[in-house]
């Protein structure tokens, strides 16, 4: 293999590995809402911790990883310019995705906050609605990722421009 391949294994492996940590984030989310919403009380702390740990996620290692996407889009989209329609949904769905962890957020807030049971279970609906939402544009959003823009890059760029963006990645990731 040459160098270059080897290169692009390893970066796209890289993407692809935050990708999978994504995805396993947001079945626990998935699955910590649903218990929210069923167990009631009983365990409303360890499903309320379980959330803080999956929003410290988002905000620890997702934002920062949409912004290494944001870089790679850029790149891309000046070296192959048939994939800019495809970029600028992206990177669209990147800006809803923050906005959406942003609300997720304040709405998690609005929930530790309210002590009127019946208002709780509203919060826990409103959480839950909007955590639902968030799940499914994560889940479509990776795999128009993962198995469309990454794999039209390693295809389509020359193997000097993968030079290139690989070590922007890499400088991007030691920052």
């Known amino acids: 293999m040459t160098k270059e391949i080897l290169d692009a294994e390893n970066n796209f492996a890289f993407m692809y590995k935050k990708h999978k940590e994504v995805l396993e984030k947001v079945d626990?989310?998935?699955?910590?809402?649903?218990?929210?919403?069923?167990?009631?009380?009983v365990h409303i702390g360890r499903n309320m911790?379980?959330?803080?740990?999956?929003?410290?996620?988002?905000?620890?290692?997702?934002?920062?990883?949409?912004?290494l996407d944001e870089m790679v889009f850029?790149?891309?989209?000046?070296?192959?310019?048939?994939?800019?329609?495809?970029?600028?949904?992206?990177?669209?769905?990147?800006?809803?995705?923050?906005v959406n962890i942003e609300v997720f957020s304040y709405l998690f807030r609005e929930l530790e906050n309210e002590k009127n049971e019946s208002k709780r279970m509203e919060a826990v609906e409103k959480l839950r609605d909007k955590g639902t939402y968030l799940i499914y544009l994560m889940r479509n959003h990776i795999q128009a990722e993962s198995e469309g823009v990454y794999k039209v890059i390693d295809r389509e760029l020359r193997p000097e421009e993968k030079k290139t963006l690989f070590k922007m990645m890499r400088e991007f990731k030691s920052s």
């Open 28 to 41: 626990q989310l998935n699955d910590t809402l649903t218990n929210l919403r069923y167990e009631g009380k």
């Open 49 to 67: 911790n379980d959330i803080e740990k999956v929003l410290s996620f988002f905000n620890e290692d997702l934002l920062p990883h949409v912004k």
């Open 74 to 98: 850029t790149f891309v989209g000046t070296h192959v310019p048939k994939l800019e329609s495809v970029i600028r949904l992206l990177q669209a769905e990147h800006k809803e995705m923050v």
